[in-house]
């Protein structure tokens, strides 16, 4: 989401050529040059006052000097004046003003009431009280992600007393506020003016969004807690002194907390949320300055002109999409190949085309079946150029070089020893993810569950959202409805794509017949206009015409995607989506144009559905084919012996067999099963009409 935020914003400003500042491209007139203009209009130089004899005063100001406000003679006061308490400070924060001072009056001069007001508190956030921790807690979240906000105000709907224990990524400013708290990642961009813009700009996403979860934790009761949990406690030697203790079904948890003191806090569950962090594999001399990963990158501390990116897949891309945006020379380096990788993670075959279509547009090298052997040299002065030796297969290593190296070689669950999990009972798998039920997501330890990235599945916040929702209502005895297996990936590049369900290849493998209904995005008003360089494609079972998946490359997708979501959720079929009213000059339009190009490859497509629906008739389709008496109505009927119908008897046929036909539907029938033009129906046609209503019959079709 941020990455995506960040390659609007590069997409969107340019360079004014007047004062060098950088401005929407939407804007014609510079307003850091509107402003210099208003300010000299305002102040305009004045000439010294001169004294009667030609001198100038010593009261007046010199042509040059700035002019300052009048000052108060040495024996007077300065006037003080009370500011208006209705009046909010712009210079306070807005998290501050929200907690001081009384709201605005509404409209009709009642005090407005919102419904967002926060009750009284002390302290800064991110800090409880001793006499509140001393209290008892139905829950206890250890991690302040998407996940873990989600898991604590689950409970608190649940009438559940939560408290969340985080321990920072980035410094809290001096009100409290995390930047990262309740976001999926941390930010921070410096220093070149445009890498600064886009920090500030990054910067005030992130504080809003911690700024509003934190609004909701307090509007529900819920504690948030700055500092480190612990589920045991340890000696100054490091060495385990006491397990997590229990008492009852109680748990205690040891907490240090952000800026010294300590406390232990008896709860009776716990949610566990520590994350992922970006994977660092062994042998790069990662440093923060020249050498990031996925999460250093953050803390780039210049623009650089140059970048080399190890990865291939949706983050790799990202970032190389990002700095090309920013101007950097871009090269990916790709141990594999990039389609390859893309189909791994379930994105289409001609979505994956398209985005590497799209890199190689904005002059992204992708070198594949390349890897980095060695890092040649690495000077910490960022003015010399960072050297590599890369060895491609069936070719001499050779040596490129490129201001900083980005590895995005994925994630890795974050469980600290410092948990102290495995000495409490709680077992990891293989690769170091917390092990839980994957239905109720309880550890191996009672009353200990864990969600988000920090056990196995997607990774993304919301599957980790959804994980911490199941896992509270299983913990508190509500049950959940049930387990996600399927979810809607987004990813968000420009343009962004989106996808839910199969691909027609893993349809196949799976054994439906799969076809898929494809359309670009100029096939409706709204993308000719706005966005033609777009595509949307159905997968769907040509059987059943259910629809199986929906994939979108485009603008909206990661809105769109979420009605193709449903689309395959309910096992709806093309007829459906092309019988469905869509509002004029919407995306959603291209939902029905590719269920109508998928129609059109089906031998028996929409056209066929009322001939077919009005043809079943008491007797299964597939008794009289099995039966042979469809064939004996057949040569009853055909008296000239010719091995054809015409309308009239192809009406009396159906009528013996018990369908009750209008003899509209019989002329449509032959319309559409003549092939020959000769206002008849031979019996393979006929027989193979059948075939098809016996499966249609069979698979709960015909109702």
Same mark, same amino acid.
């Given at each position: 989401? %941020?990455?995506?935020?960040?390659?609007?914003?590069?997409?969107?400003?340019?360079?004014c050529?007047?004062?060098?500042?950088?401005?929407?491209?939407?804007?014609?007139?510079?307003?850091?040059?509107?402003?210099?203009?208003?300010?000299?209009?305002?102040?305009?130089?004045?000439?010294?006052?001169?004294?009667?004899?030609?001198?100038?005063?010593?009261?007046?100001?010199?042509?040059d000097a700035?002019?300052?406000?009048?000052?108060? $003679?040495? *024996?007077?006061?300065?006037?003080?004046?009370r500011?208006?308490?209705?009046?909010?400070?712009?210079?306070?924060?807005?998290?501050?003003r929200?907690?001081?001072?009384?709201?605005?009056?509404?409209?009709?001069?009642?005090?407005?009431?919102?419904?967002?007001?926060?009750?009284?508190?002390?302290? !800064?956030?991110?800090? +409880?009280?001793?006499?509140?921790? $001393? #209290?008892?807690?139905?829950?206890?979240?250890?991690?302040?992600?998407?996940?873990?906000?989600?898991?604590? &105000?689950?409970?608190?709907?649940?009438?559940?007393?939560?408290?969340?224990?985080?321990?920072?990524?980035?410094?809290?400013?001096?009100?409290?506020?995390?930047?990262?708290?309740?976001?999926?990642?941390?930010?921070?961009?410096?220093?070149?003016?445009?890498?600064?813009?886009?920090?500030?700009?990054?910067?005030?996403?992130?504080?809003?969004?911690?700024?509003?979860?934190?609004d909701?934790?307090?509007?529900?009761?819920?504690?948030? &807690?700055?500092?480190?949990?612990q589920?045991?406690?340890?000696?100054?030697?490091?060495?385990?002194?006491?397990?997590?203790?229990?008492?009852?079904?109680?748990?205690?948890?040891?907490?240090?907390?952000?800026?010294?003191?300590?406390?232990?806090?008896?709860?009776?569950?716990?949610?566990?949320?520590?994350?992922? !962090?970006?994977?660092?594999?062994?042998?790069?001399?990662?440093?923060?300055?020249?050498?990031?990963?996925?999460?250093?990158?953050?803390?780039?501390g *210049?623009?650089?002109?140059?970048?080399?990116?190890?990865?291939?897949?949706?983050?790799?891309? @990202?970032?190389?999409?990002?700095?090309?945006?920013?101007?950097?020379?871009?090269?990916?380096?790709?141990?594999?190949?990039v389609?390859?990788?893309?189909?791994?993670?379930?994105?289409?075959?001609?979505?994956?085309?398209?985005?590497?279509?799209?890199?190689e547009?904005?002059?992204?090298?992708?070198?594949?079946?390349?890897?980095?052997?060695?890092?040649?040299? +690495?000077?910490?002065?960022?003015?010399?150029?960072?050297?590599?030796?890369?060895?491609k297969?069936? @070719?001499?290593?050779?040596?490129?070089?490129?201001?900083?190296?980005?590895?995005?070689?994925? #994630?890795?669950?974050?469980?600290?020893?410092?948990?102290?999990?495995?000495?409490? /009972?709680?077992? $990891?798998?293989?690769?170091?993810?917390?092990q839980?039920?994957?239905?109720?997501?309880?550890?191996?330890?009672?009353?200990?569950?864990?969600?988000g990235?920090?056990?196995? /599945?997607?990774?993304?916040?919301?599957?980790? +959202?959804?994980?911490?929702?199941?896992?509270?209502?299983?913990?508190?005895?509500?049950?959940?409805?049930?387990?996600?297996e399927?979810?809607?990936?987004?990813?968000?590049?420009?343009?962004?794509?989106?996808?839910?369900?199969?691909?027609?290849?893993?349809?196949i493998?799976?054994? %439906?017949?799969?076809?898929?209904?494809?359309?670009?995005?100029?096939?409706?008003l709204?993308?000719r206009?706005?966005?033609?360089?777009?595509?949307?494609?159905?997968?769907?079972?040509?059987?059943?015409?259910?629809?199986?998946?929906?994939?979108?490359?485009?603008?909206?997708?990661?809105?769109?995607?979420?009605?193709?979501?449903d689309?395959?959720?309910?096992?709806?079929?093309?007829f459906?989506?092309?019988?469905?009213?869509?509002?004029?000059?919407?995306? *959603?339009?291209?939902f029905?144009?590719?269920?109508?190009?998928?129609?059109?490859? &089906?031998?028996?497509?929409?056209?066929?559905? @009322?001939?077919?629906?009005? &043809?079943?008739?008491?007797?299964?389709?597939? =008794?009289?084919?099995?039966?042979g008496?469809? #064939?004996?109505?057949?040569?009853?009927?055909?008296?000239?012996?010719?091995?054809?119908?015409?309308?009239e008897?192809?009406?009396?046929?159906? !009528?013996?067999?018990?369908?009750?036909?209008?003899?509209?539907?019989?002329?449509?029938?032959?319309?559409?099963?003549?092939?020959?033009? =000769?206002?008849?129906?031979?019996?393979?046609?006929?027989?193979?009409?059948?075939?098809?209503?016996?499966?249609?019959?069979?698979?709960?079709?015909?109702?």
């Amino acid at each position: 989401f %941020f990455s995506s935020n960040i390659q609007r914003i590069m997409s969107s400003i340019a360079k004014c050529t007047t004062c060098g500042n950088y401005k929407l491209k939407t804007v014609t007139n510079c307003p850091f040059c509107e402003a210099k203009a208003r300010e000299s209009q305002r102040s305009p130089q004045r000439s010294p006052q001169r004294s009667p004899r030609g001198a100038a005063s010593k009261d007046a100001p010199a042509a040059d000097a700035p002019l300052r406000p009048p000052q108060p $003679k040495p *024996h007077e006061s300065p006037k003080r004046t009370r500011p208006d308490p209705a009046t909010p400070d712009p210079a306070k924060p807005l998290l501050q003003r929200r907690l001081s001072g009384p709201p605005p009056p509404a409209a009709n001069g009642a005090r407005r009431k919102s419904t967002m007001q926060l009750a009284p508190r002390i302290g !800064k956030v991110g800090t +409880v009280s001793d006499d509140e921790l $001393k #209290r008892k807690y139905d829950l206890v979240v250890i991690g302040g992600g998407p996940a873990g906000v989600a898991g604590a &105000l689950k409970a608190a709907y649940m009438g559940r007393r939560a408290l969340i224990i985080d321990c920072p990524k980035l410094a809290p400013d001096r009100r409290g506020i995390d930047p990262s708290f309740g976001g999926p990642t941390a930010q921070g961009l410096d220093n070149d003016v445009v890498w600064k813009q886009v920090r500030n700009m990054c910067g005030r996403l992130a504080c809003n969004n911690s700024e509003s979860q934190v609004d909701l934790l307090w509007k529900f009761k819920v504690g948030y &807690l700055q500092g480190t949990a612990q589920l045991q406690k340890r000696n100054k030697d490091g060495d385990a002194r006491r397990r997590a203790s229990t008492i009852g079904n109680d748990i205690e948890v040891y907490v240090d907390k952000l800026g010294g003191g300590k406390a232990v806090i008896t709860t009776e569950k716990i949610l566990l949320c520590t994350g992922s !962090k970006a994977l660092q594999l062994p042998g790069i001399p990662f440093d923060g300055k020249r050498i990031f990963d996925a999460d250093s990158i953050f803390h780039l501390g *210049h623009l650089p002109s140059s970048v080399v990116i190890v990865g291939s897949g949706i983050v790799a891309i @990202e970032f190389a999409r990002i700095m090309r945006k920013v101007g950097a020379q871009v090269t990916m380096v790709v141990r594999g190949g990039v389609m390859s990788a893309l189909e791994r993670i379930g994105l289409d075959v001609t979505i994956a085309e398209r985005l590497i279509i799209g890199l190689e547009a904005e002059n992204v090298v992708v070198l594949e079946d390349t890897a980095v052997t060695e890092f040649t040299e +690495v000077p910490e002065d960022i003015t010399q150029p960072v050297k590599l030796t890369i060895e491609k297969k069936g @070719e001499a290593p050779r040596v490129i070089e490129t201001d900083i190296y980005l590895a995005a070689t994925g #994630r890795s669950p974050f469980v600290p020893d410092s948990l102290g999990l495995q000495d409490c /009972g709680i077992a $990891k798998t293989k690769r170091g993810h917390i092990q839980v039920d994957k239905h109720i997501l309880q550890t191996t330890a009672n009353g200990v569950f864990a969600a988000g990235d920090c056990i196995e /599945g997607p990774a993304l916040a919301s599957t980790g +959202v959804e994980q911490a929702q199941r896992a509270m209502a299983n913990a508190f005895g509500t049950g959940a409805a049930h387990v996600c297996e399927d979810f809607p990936v987004g990813v968000w590049t420009i343009p962004e794509m989106a996808y839910f369900g199969m691909t027609k290849a893993k349809a196949i493998e799976k054994g %439906f017949d799969a076809d898929e209904g494809c359309v670009g995005y100029d096939s409706c008003l709204r993308g000719r206009v706005f966005a033609p360089d777009g595509m949307l494609k159905l997968v769907f079972d040509k059987n059943t015409q259910v629809i199986l998946g929906v994939h979108i490359i485009g603008s909206d997708a990661c809105e769109m995607v979420h009605y193709g979501m449903d689309l395959v959720e309910r096992k709806a079929t093309i007829f459906d989506v092309i019988g469905t009213l869509f509002t004029a000059v919407t995306f *959603h339009e291209l939902f029905k144009e590719a269920a109508l190009d998928g129609n059109s490859k &089906l031998e028996f497509g929409i056209q066929w559905q @009322e001939v077919l629906k009005a &043809l079943s008739s008491p007797t299964p389709a597939r =008794n009289l084919l099995e039966t042979g008496e469809l #064939r004996e109505r057949f040569e009853a009927i055909d008296t000239s012996g010719d091995g054809s119908l015409d309308e009239e008897e192809l009406m009396v046929v159906l !009528k013996d067999m018990g369908a009750d036909v209008h003899p509209s539907i019989v002329t449509n029938l032959i319309a559409l099963a003549d092939d020959d033009g =000769n206002g008849t129906i031979e019996w393979p046609e006929f027989e193979k009409i059948f075939k098809v209503l016996a499966s249609m019959e069979e698979l709960g079709l015909m109702g």
